[in-house]
């Protein structure tokens, strides 16, 4: 089955830059999706299709996929980025299965 | 606006079983794609079962045989019901719609139920 790999932790001091990674085989080749998830609250789309955001979704949020590694980058950094951030993609290979990445923590300094 | 509300979760013994619903408003469940997702505590989010709009459906190796995910056009209602319950199905039960994109995203998620399995 297909694995995609996250960084436990990220940290990052206000108003700096946070870049979450995410690998996995030829991600490159798959359309990649960004979830935020605070605590006790369900996860929110914040990038799709590697770099298109949902409406409502500030443009601090960006996103890049190529080779084995997809990005999260979120610019200008707040406290209320403070969440656990998952990446997704889709499995055309393994009887049509959606694979979550293990999740990183970004904390805010 | 588009809004998920699941229901039915608890405390369950080992062996028993549980239906979970997920009433949607805003937009039509038998119309798109929609799955189950869950978190177990601690834990990151497994997706475990989707439904298509052709009423195809899909399991993770970890439920199949155990879960079955329907819905009922008529409530505009996702189901969700779960045998055999073991241990380590013990997690918030999300469900989600799948966006309309091409990537094949879930572009909304609902509150969650909890489902404990324990004796």
């Known amino acids: 089955s297909y694995v995609l790999t996250q960084p436990p932790s990220v940290s990052v001091a206000p108003g700096q830059t946070a870049k979450i990674t995410c690998g996995g085989n030829?991600?490159?080749?798959?359309?990649v999706h960004w979830y935020q998830q605070k605590p006790g609250q369900a996860p929110v789309l914040v990038v799709y299709?590697?770099?298109d955001r949902p409406s409502g979704i500030p443009e601090r949020f960006s996103g890049s996929n190529s080779g084995n590694t997809a990005t999260l980058t979120i610019s200008r950094v707040e406290a209320g980025d403070e969440a656990d951030y998952y990446c997704?993609?889709?499995?055309?290979?393994?009887?049509?299965?959606?694979?979550f990445g293990t999740g990183a923590k970004v904390t805010v300094l | 606006e588009v809004q998920l509300v699941e229901s039915g979760g608890g405390l369950v013994q080992p062996g028993g079983s549980l239906r979970l619903s997920c009433a949607a408003s805003?937009?039509?469940?038998?119309?798109?794609?929609m799955s189950w997702v869950r978190q177990a505590p601690g834990k990151g989010l497994e997706w475990v079962s989707v439904?298509?709009?052709?009423?195809?459906?899909y399991y993770a190796d970890s439920v199949k045989g155990r879960f079955t995910i329907s819905r009922d056009n008529s409530k505009n209602t996702l189901f969700f019901q779960m045998n055999s319950l073991r241990a380590d199905d013990t997690a918030v039960y999300y469900c989600?719609?799948?966006?309309?994109?091409?990537?094949?995203?879930?572009?909304?998620w609902g509150q969650g139920t909890l489902v404990t399995v324990s004796s």
């Open positions: 030829n991600i490159g080749s798959k359309n």
């Open positions: 805003g937009f039509t469940v038998s119309s798109n794609y």
């Open positions: 989600a719609r799948e966006g309309q994109g091409y990537g094949r995203e879930f572009d909304y």
């Open positions: 997704q993609v889709w499995d055309s290979s393994s009887d049509h299965h959606y694979v």
């Open positions: 299709d590697d770099s």
């Open positions: 439904i298509y709009s052709d009423g195809t459906t």
